[in-house]
């Protein structure tokens, strides 16, 4: 059974302005759909994923909307990621709302959207994925920018990449760790961690025992050490 929508995580973190609702409505007319009343995309049997609907998904994508369109579209379209053709809309938003942000936007439509599609993305990640992810988990510009604000849009993607079976993800990972050692300054160490942890190698242990020991955050210490003991 679906989780209600007071229980998926996805949906009850959506803001339901008059931004979305408007954007909603553009997507619903665009793919000739008929919302009920307190009904939204999102929810369950809303949108089939046929191929016309598929096709008009597309089309809008294409037609270079704004980050709260394409986010609609992904709350319509993440619980059909199993599907090829639907992981593959995902990756085109994905790419292009990075590329938007790339290009200056950092507002936080955009930033809302990156988050979101990596939510979705990762259920349907597959090894041929394993580039863009990569990418996506080491773009600068994702970085906190020292402006007051620690999001690193960088760490929602390493979700995905723990999900990959390829010796360039640990290489990755112990990568970020080696260099973030007495730094202490990259966000995403956790998620390194965690993901380096899938493939161990007995030379992570010392490493990891020197952030369990030294790293000033005692949540990633008390992590960290229960990856140690997990691997002892």
Not at 14 to 20: F, R
Not at 202 to 225: L, V
Request: proline fraction near 3%.
């Amino acid at each position: 059974m679906s989780p209600s929508r007071d229980t998926d995580e996805f949906l009850a973190n959506l803001d339901y302005g008059s931004t979305w609702l408007e954007s909603e409505s553009y997507v619903a007319r665009e793919l000739h759909l008929d919302l009920d009343k307190g009904e939204h995309l999102g929810d369950d049997w809303v949108l089939t994923p046929d191929e016309v609907r598929l096709a008009g998904c597309r089309r809008i994508i294409d037609s270079s909307p704004g980050p709260v369109v394409l986010e609609v579209l992904v709350a319509a379209l993440r619980e059909s990621y199993h599907l090829r053709r639907v992981h593959t809309l995902l990756t085109q938003i994905a790419a292009t709302a990075a590329e938007t942000w790339r290009s200056g936007d950092r507002g936080f439509a955009n930033r809302d959207l990156l988050r979101r599609v990596s939510q979705a993305y990762r259920y349907g990640v597959k090894p041929a994925d394993l580039d863009f992810v990569l990418e996506m988990c080491s773009e600068p510009t994702f970085a906190s920018q020292n402006t007051g604000n620690v999001e690193d849009l960088r760490a929602y993607w390493f979700d995905s990449l723990a999900k990959i079976k390829d010796r360039r993800v640990g290489d990755f990972c112990r990568t970020i760790i080696q260099e973030d050692l007495g730094a202490w300054s990259d966000f995403r160490l956790i998620d390194a961690l965690r993901a380096a942890a899938k493939s161990w190698e007995s030379a992570d242990a010392e490493a990891f025992s020197r952030i369990a020991a030294e790293h000033p955050d005692s949540w990633i210490r008390q992590n960290t050490k229960r990856i140690l003991e997990r691997h002892a």
